[in-house]
């Protein structure tokens, strides 16, 4: 009995973990699909179809420091990388939040709930 609560509380903390990186919600052949952090641009689309409007955020910059051993000396190196940050948002219906997917080097990063609602037909959730 006791293993059987055990588990039963690990499937419950790993599905609220699960349940707070994918947020986005999409009727696909006559079931659901879920769009989830680390997921990519093509995959999100394939989920929800077309985003209402896309917004291009810019390129950030990230970098790193790094050291090499050679032999019996050290040498340091600096790496840097550009990453494109675009915003996605979901009208997805009457009374309905919208959401916004956040992408970063073309992977979601973050699926936020606007205060704004929409309209028309449902088609996220």
């Not at 499937?11 to 989830?36: E, K, Q, T």
Request: hydrophobic share 35%; charged share 25%.
């Amino acid at each position: 009995m006791r293993i059987l609560l055990i588990t039963a509380a690990v499937v419950a903390l790993s599905a609220a973990h699960s349940h707070a990186a994918c947020n986005l919600r999409c009727p696909n052949d006559g079931g659901s699909v879920i769009v989830c952090d680390g997921d990519g641009k093509f995959e999100t689309i394939t989920k929800c179809g077309e985003p209402d409007f896309v917004e291009d955020v810019g390129y950030i910059s990230a970098g790193r420091f790094g050291s090499i051993m050679n032999g019996p000396s050290h040498r340091g190196a600096y790496r840097e990388s550009m990453v494109k940050v675009e915003r996605w948002y979901y009208n997805c219906g009457e009374g309905r939040f919208i959401k916004e997917v956040v992408f970063k080097g073309g992977k979601v990063v973050s699926i936020e709930n606007l205060p704004d609602r929409g309209s028309g037909p449902q088609k996220c959730w």
